[in-house]
Structures are given as C-alpha cells and as structure tokens.
C-alpha cells in the first residue's frame, strides 16, 4: 500500500501511517497465500513408493512380508490416530502405536507397542 501510494501519487507515508488510516476507515488487509508450483511428475515419483509386492498379500514364512496402515478414530474435540503393522505370513499384528499426531509415526524412534 506504501508503494502504491508514492508511485501513483508521489505520496511518502510510513508504513504506520497506513495502518491507522486503515483502521480509522475499518479496512483490513488480505494476505494472499503464496501458491507453490509443483512439478506434477516429480512430485508423484517422490511421493509413491515403488510396488515391490504387486499385490501379492500372502508369504510363505514369516518375517518376510509386512504391511502397514494408519486409521483414526474420532473422540469428542480431538482425533486419535492408529498405526499397526502385520505380519503378511499369518497376518498378525507384530507392532503398534497410538497416538494424538499424525507426524509422531514418521519417526522412527522406540514408542512402538511390540507384540509377542
């Protein structure tokens, strides 16, 4: 708004200034979110892991094969999120981990619920 002021009309205003007449004439400002240009192609090749198992669900000893999902569960005013990883030999649950974030499952770190 400063510049705009000065280079059409020749005016130097601090930035100050603006903001009183701004609120004097009850104007609020619109901030724009800055738009972020993707490569559509590089994105999705980052993002997709490669299909080692394609589709093949089953193993024929254990240890072999895993698979892994995250749900939630709505509680009131909050979100609880579920992680379990199962074993494709018998699909059993080998680990598990709740939590009230989605970003605590991406670290790797010691918080997972072994079972036996």
């Known amino acids: 708004m400063k510049t705009k002021l000065y280079q059409n009309y020749g005016l130097i205003i601090s930035a100050n200034k603006v903001l009183k007449i701004m609120r004097e004439n009850q104007l609020l400002a619109c901030i724009r979110r800055k738009k972020i240009k993707l490569n559509r192609q590089l994105a999705k090749e ?4 490669a299909n080692v198992l394609s589709r093949n669900f089953t193993s024929t000893r ?55």
Do not use: C, H, Q
């Open 46 to 49: 980052n993002l997709v892991a």
């Open 62 to 116: 254990p240890g072999v094969k895993y698979a892994t999902d995250i749900t939630y569960i709505p509680i009131p005013n909050s979100m609880v999120y579920v992680s379990v990883i199962l074993d494709l030999f018998n699909r059993e649950v080998v680990a598990y981990k709740i939590s009230r974030s989605k970003k605590s499952f991406g670290k790797a770190s010691s918080s997972w619920s072994i079972t036996t």
